[in-house]
Nanobody, 122 residues
Framework: QVRLVESGGGLVQAGASLRLSCAVS????????VAWFRQAPGKEREFVAVRSWNGYNSNYADSVEGRFTISRDNANNTVYLQMNSLKPEDTAVYYCAAAANYGIRRDAYNYWGQGTQVTVSS
């Protein structure tokens, strides 16, 4: 069974940076596309970023393009989300997800972590 565990969330001020990590176990990590989603209070879970199984391809939500970077370390089965220039509207629970196919739709992902809270104060 595939298990994903996020870490690295916290409370920061606007303009600060955070790096989220997601440790993946129980599957063949190097064959999965990996992604980050987020869910703010009262809102739907939304796509943030995705990285292909080989690391060559990536996509970002318009709202984070140029500020966030998704990366992966296949040797250590870990996914990262580097978040720079954070804004209050980035406040959400951030979820790591994995799937056999590359995509940005939430329903394409069948493996999820439990989430980590990111709060950005103004």
């Amino acid at each position: 069974q595939v298990r994903l565990v996020e870490s690295g969330g916290g409370l920061v001020q606007a303009g600060a940076s955070l790096r989220l990590s997601c440790a993946v176990s129980g599957g063949i990590f190097s064959t999965y596309a990996v992604a980050w989603f987020r869910q703010a209070p009262g809102k739907e879970r939304e796509f943030v970023a995705v990285r292909s199984w080989n690391g060559y391809n990536s996509n970002y939500a318009d709202s984070v393009e140029g500020r966030f970077t998704i990366s992966r370390d296949n040797a250590n089965n870990t996914v990262y989300l580097q978040m720079n220039s954070l804004k209050p509207e980035d406040t959400a629970v951030y979820y790591c997800a994995a799937a056999a196919n590359y995509g940005i739709r939430r329903d394409a992902y069948n493996y999820w972590g439990q989430g980590t809270q990111v709060t950005v104060s103004s």
